[in-house]
């Protein structure tokens, strides 16, 4: 614990901590020491790790990356942090993210961009780690944090994964609780690992996962051993190749790394088969819908009166408009609006109703295609890692990273990013290993041949 400390201080540059807790962190290992010296051992004992600044911490202040919950320190703690410290693993810090989760290279955080450790061969210009989870992937991959939390509502956890290097797995929707966890899109979100190996993202899926009356959502059954399903043979398994995943623009190596993945997988023993989404093309603009409007009704919360910040006002809707317009950075606007209109009496049917129904669509191909196999291989984002500045003022550019990873979240299905190789301007690229619902168990197998 106490090298992974200096090594949180080193990485100062990179920005990827909005808060640093040495001090806990060598009480927590201390106390960890003492409980292994007298026999017991625990998953994840003296394992020191980031958390996403969007889960609750008893008396650490929680931001979400937003100006909005300046001051705010939770008297509890989530269900998901709390399950990490009972297996023994210790807090360094509270991660850095897009503001409340929205975004995907970590530029919208009240607290400043965070910077990837990873650069172009020859090109010294700092790149995005990818986000939102944009602080965990940066912490994971430079070595200041061993492994660290996620959260994944349309890619969050597998696309910095990917442009980082390392590994990160968005479960099964209902598999990890989401109590304590700030809300975004509550029929979304899930909390996930972000880490160095496929191998320690089974370890810590294993004590992250479980039923939680708390969560309305989480799913009673049981938790398998992940660890143990990743030493099962992956022969035989069918591995199926949507042919709709080929987007314009996608770069000739992006669809390199994906045929080698294929091959590999062969190679294992496994049996390439072509599968149809034929409702792909309509998963971006039908999650830019949806994750919208359940994040202005879960941002209506913050109203100056209840957490965080206030910004007075003559009268209590001025402290609220006064709070919101202080507190609320561009892009958070941006989604409240949209969210606002297409729940609107008068747009409700045409855009939020038909959203829904689409999301029913996508689902339904997922099922249909998973007649035919036990797991889908796609690339993880149609690029790998771009400079901080560049596509920042263009959304639409922005929301298009996403096209390869929220139809998993709309079905609700778990993915799973696994680093894959290297561009040939020497970064890296991730394969997507895309399950059956609650079958984490095949995704982290097959993921374990690619990596
Ligand atoms: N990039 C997506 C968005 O901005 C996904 C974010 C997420 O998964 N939290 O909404």
């Not at 990743?230 to 314009?248: C, N, Q, T």
Request: charged fraction near 20%; glycine fraction near 10%.
């Amino acid at each position: 614990t106490a090298a992974y400390v200096t090594a949180m201080e080193k990485a100062r540059p990179l920005n990827a901590y909005i808060t640093e807790t040495p001090d806990q962190a060598l009480a927590m290992a201390k106390a960890s020491d003492a409980r292994r010296a007298k026999g017991e051992s625990r998953a994840m004992d003296g394992l020191p790790l980031g958390i996403k600044d969007l889960y609750c911490t008893k008396g650490v202040q929680t931001t979400a990356g937003s100006h909005i919950l300046g001051g705010f320190t939770p008297t509890y703690e989530s269900t998901v942090t709390q399950k990490l410290w009972d297996a023994g693993a210790v807090m360094l810090g509270k991660l850095n993210l897009d503001e409340f989760a929205m975004g995907s290279a970590n530029i919208t955080s009240y607290y400043g961009t965070v910077e990837s450790p990873w650069r172009k061969a020859g090109d010294n210009r700092p790149l995005v780690p990818g986000g939102s989870s944009g602080g965990s992937a940066a912490a994971v991959a430079a070595h200041a944090a061993i492994a660290a939390t996620g959260t994944d509502t349309g890619g969050s956890i597998r696309q910095p994964a990917s442009f980082t290097g390392i590994v990160g797995l968005k479960p099964t929707y209902g598999r990890c609780s989401r109590w304590g966890i700030v809300a975004f899109a509550s029929s979304l979100d899930q909390a996930g690992p972000m880490t160095r190996s496929v191998t320690d993202a089974a370890i810590m899926m294993g004590v992250m996962a479980g039923y939680d009356a708390k969560d309305s959502t989480s799913v009673d059954i049981a938790v398998p051993d992940y660890r143990a399903a990743l030493d099962g043979s992956v022969k035989g398994l069918r591995v199926g190749i949507p042919k709709e995943y080929r987007v314009d623009g996608m770069p000739a190596e992006i669809e390199r790394q994906w045929q080698q993945g294929i091959a590999w997988l062969k190679e294992a023993g496994m049996e390439p088969v072509e599968v149809s989404l034929p409702h792909t093309k309509h998963a971006l603009p039908t999650y830019y819908i949806i994750a919208p409007a359940e994040a202005s009704s879960n941002l209506a919360r913050y109203d100056g009166v209840r957490y965080g910040l206030r910004v007075e006002g003559d009268s209590l809707d001025k402290l609220y408009e006064n709070t919101r317009a202080a507190g609320f950075g561009a892009e958070v606007k941006r989604r409240v609006l949209i969210g606002t209109y297409v729940l609107s009496a008068g747009y409700y049917d045409a855009y939020y109703l038909k959203a829904q129904k689409i999301r029913t669509l996508i689902a339904d191909d997922f099922k249909k295609a998973y007649q035919q196999c036990d797991v889908i291989l796609t690339p993880t984002s149609p690029s790998a890692a771009f400079a901080l500045g560049e596509k920042m003022d263009d959304p639409v550019a922005m929301y298009m990273q996403d096209v390869f990873t929220v139809p998993a979240n709309l079905a609700g299905i778990p993915g799973l990013s696994v680093p894959s190789g290297l561009s040939s301007d020497g970064l890296p690229l991730g394969l997507q290993v895309l399950g059956k619902a609650f079958d984490e168990e095949t995704v982290l197998k097959v993921g374990r041949v690619i990596e």
